[in-house]
């Protein structure tokens, strides 16, 4: 067998340039995917990344989010995770029920000054190292914020 075997023609979808894959299935199984899988071309996939990083940094600054330091791979995957995250504490907080008006201020506070620790953390590395954060450790810092401002 010969490398040719693995190395198949495809076009990129946004620019229509063709390029070669190195593909490993069958040779059948290859020229399906060749066929039909959406290809990118290298160029267009980190135009297209850095873009998607792009909306993301503009929305987490929009909401008080700092651009993120780091080398390009490192902020776009930290921009995805900053947005999840995001999301969780924002699900928690629509989740919560309140006895009171107090209570409900209180946790207001609370939240806030949880966005606020988030927001100092400018350093891509940070949320790729916390990517693994659930809901349950979020509520958890913030109930010892409330109990700290209380
Ligand atoms: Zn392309």
Same mark, same amino acid.
């Given at each position: 067998?010969? %490398?040719?075997?693995?190395?198949? +023609? /495809? ?9 070669? /894959?190195? &593909? ?6 290859? &020229?399906?995917?060749?066929? #039909?899988? +959406?290809?990118?071309? $290298? ?6 990344? @850095?873009?998607?990083?792009?909306? &993301?940094?503009?929305?987490? &600054? ?12 490192? /902020? @776009? ?6 947005? %999840?995250?995001?999301? #969780? ?7 919560? #029920?309140?006895?009171? =008006? =107090? $209570?409900? $201020?209180? @946790? ?22 916390? !990517? ?6 979020? @509520?958890? !810092? /913030?109930? %010892? ?6």
């Amino acid at each position: 067998m010969t %490398e040719d075997v693995y190395t198949y +023609d /495809v076009r990129c979808r946004t620019c229509r340039t063709m390029f070669k /894959v190195q &593909l490993f299935e069958s040779h059948q199984k290859n &020229l399906f995917l060749v066929d #039909k899988k +959406d290809w990118y071309c $290298e160029k267009c996939k980190k135009e297209y990344f @850095s873009e998607q990083t792009k909306k &993301l940094a503009k929305a987490h &600054l929009a909401i008080g989010f700092p651009e993120l330091n780091g080398s390009l791979k490192m /902020v @776009s995957w930290a921009e995805k995770i900053r947005a %999840e995250l995001i999301n #969780k504490v924002d699900y928690l907080r629509k989740s919560l #029920k309140f006895e009171n =008006d =107090d $209570e409900k $201020e209180q @946790s207001g506070k609370a939240f806030d000054m949880f966005f606020r620790e988030w927001q100092e953390k400018t350093e891509a590395k940070w949320w790729i190292d916390h !990517r693994k954060m659930t809901i349950r450790n979020i @509520s958890k !810092r /913030v109930a %010892e914020i409330s109990e700290l401002i209380k």
